[in-house]
């Protein structure tokens, strides 16, 4: 098995690639698509996700909302007939997207040439993500309330 460049888990790789610009990404693609001959283990497909969940009263369950999903399993050989597998699943309606996203999958899965720039950009990716994770969590910070004092009565508001 080939050790991976890339220093982000697999798990990462769609929410680090979906930080970065799409035509960064189809310029590395489309430097090494050429190497392969790409077909698609399932066609790609976009539609609705529905997340379900139970009340925590009666325990019965309910739908909290739907959301656009889209999907894509690729194979890419190569001239001796090695096959590589890679796939996709995103929160967006783009099958193209997922496409393009399912290829960049299976080139840094199997350290396919091309690898080392996708990697980087998953890299940059996965760094804007912690960034707006942090200021998120700056802005959630300043608006943080104390209601440690609600319900004391005048007494216990003087000593503490």
Partial sequence: ???????????????????????????????????FSVSYKSLPQSGLGV?????????????????????????????????????AQLMGDDENVASLFAVCDAILAHNLMGCDK????????EFKFSQ???????MLGSTAVDFSLLGMTEEEEKSA
Avoid: H
């Fill in 132 to 138: 707006e994770m942090s200021a998120r969590k700056a």
């Fill in 118 to 125: 996708l990697a980087d950009l998953v890299e940059l990716g």
């Fill in 1 to 35: 098995m080939n050790i991976n460049s890339c220093s982000v888990p697999r798990s990462l790789w769609m929410r680090a690639l979906s930080q970065v610009s799409v035509t960064e990404i189809k310029a590395v693609v489309e430097s090494v698509i050429n190497e």
């Fill in 51 to 87: 997340l379900q969940t139970k009340d925590t009263a009666m325990y019965e369950p309910y739908f909290l909302g739907e959301f656009p999903v889209a999907i894509s399993w690729v194979v890419l050989t190569n001239s001796s007939g090695q096959a590589f597998e890679g796939a």
